[in-house]
């Protein structure tokens, strides 16, 4: 059987006998000396590997880090898009927690000024021709650890007066809800509902004893936004103006928290209506001694 085999010096094929096999001999196509291999024995220059330019893998190594950028890039932003409503809620309720321990401050401030005066605060003060003076969260600033502030406001002339006007540029963080779009100015967030049979009547002190359908069925005060009233301007809701929704415009209650406004009842408690509350109940929370059975709400 001929044994084939490549030449390890030219690379030239060639066949003998395989009866010389292991014997040596000239090659026949470049001379040089070589030796006949045994049958099924392969003696020749191996294939090439192949190679690769440094460029190309230059490319591929770049191809992979694009992959991994955008991979990363891809990932990070469905996850911020996951957990972006997660902190907006987180920072909606520690928003809302201190609105309603503002309100609970300013509900302490009312029952300690009853305690001192025997009835909450008027809703104003007015001067002897009738005209309105002061608001009653002017008042309440000595119960608010704000008496050297209010003790330099001259409450015989009226709140906007230049004698009072850089008592009016203070910003007061207590009368602002953070969750206000306005709340780095010295505007107010927190009103009382102005109106025959609520508590605030005008210029008329309330007690106690006038809150007939009990102190915790009856509405104290009310979160409102965008009204952009100075807290020492005596404004406030007024009830004969109101349609009774929340969250409707100027006339009433309203918030930027989701769903409704915070609110203080005359017990001292605050708690959330939500803007879907049924308008003659909202009345019925308002107003002090109509006798009506109030509900859940």
């Not at 006007?165 to 910003?171: G, K, L, P, R």
């Not at 100015?185 to 004893?209: E, K, L, W």
Request: hydrophobic letters at 35%; proline letters at 8%.
């Amino acid at each position: 059987m001929p044994i084939s085999f490549n030449c390890p010096h030219c690379g030239i094929s060639t066949q003998v006998a395989d009866q010389y096999a292991g014997q040596s001999g000239p090659c026949k196509s470049c001379g040089n000396t070589i030796q006949i291999p045994y049958a099924g024995v392969y003696q020749g220059k191996p294939a090439a590997a192949p190679t690769r330019s440094s460029s190309s893998t230059g490319t591929i190594i770049l191809v992979v880090v694009l992959i991994a950028v955008i991979g990363t890039v891809t990932v990070g932003g469905v996850l911020v898009a996951l957990l972006l409503p997660a902190v907006q809620a987180a920072r909606e309720a520690a928003r809302r927690m201190q609105c309603s321990n503002n309100l609970k401050q300013v509900a302490l401030a009312m029952h300690n000024y009853h305690d001192t005066y025997k009835a909450f605060p008027p809703a104003y003060t007015v001067d002897v021709d009738g005209n309105k003076l002061h608001s009653w969260r002017t008042l309440l600033l000595p119960f608010l650890d704000q008496a050297p502030l209010y003790n330099q406001i001259d409450l015989d002339k009226p709140w906007d007066a230049p004698e009072n006007q850089h008592i009016a540029d203070t910003v007061i963080p207590l009368y602002t809800c953070p969750s206000s779009s306005d709340g780095t100015s010295p505007h107010t967030n927190y009103m009382v509902i102005v109106g025959q049979g609520a508590i605030f009547d005008g210029g008329t002190p309330c007690s106690f004893r006038d809150i007939l359908d009990g102190t915790s069925n009856t509405i104290l005060v009310v979160e409102v936004e965008g009204q952009q009233v100075p807290w020492m301007e005596p404004t406030d809701l007024s009830l004969d103006q109101m349609q009774m929704a929340i969250n409707a415009g100027p006339t009433e209650p309203g918030s930027n928290h989701p769903g409704g406004v915070m609110v203080s009842l005359a017990d001292g408690s605050v708690r959330f209506i939500a803007d879907s509350i049924d308008p003659n109940l909202l009345r019925n929370l308002i107003t002090r001694s109509d006798g009506q059975r109030i509900g859940d709400f």
